[in-house]
């Protein structure tokens, strides 16, 4: 089982948040840092069964809408996974 450990303790900015999932998610420098960019890598490279998320609860209300729209996509991997009789996906938000 392949898990992805996201560490989002004391992220200052949105920037920061994607340059964090980048590199644990293993994506090319190139990937653009956005929501749209984010799903069409997770669903096109992204061949973790976990992905555990830390330190939510670090960050500033500023975060809200943009950990939001994370948890929708990250749903919709799960959803796109069992639509295409893919490999269970999950992910947990520890803190």
């Known amino acids: 089982m ?3 450990e996201l560490d989002l303790t004391g992220c200052k900015t949105l920037s920061e948040l994607h340059e964090r999932i980048r590199i ?3 994506f090319p420098e190139w990937y653009g840092k956005n929501w749209d960019a ?12 976990k992905v555990l998320i830390t330190g939510e609860n670090t960050l500033s209300n500023d975060f809200e ?9 990250l749903e919709r991997k ?6 295409y009789n893919f ?9």
């Open 2 to 4: 392949k898990i992805i």
């Open 24 to 26: 644990v998610f293993d």
């Open 38 to 49: 984010f799903w069409d890598l997770l669903w096109s490279e992204c061949d973790a069964d």
């Open 65 to 73: 809408k943009h950990i939001i729209k994370m948890h929708e996509i």
């Open 78 to 83: 799960i959803e796109f996974n069992k639509e």
């Open 87 to 95: 490999r269970d996906f999950v992910y947990e938000i520890i803190s």
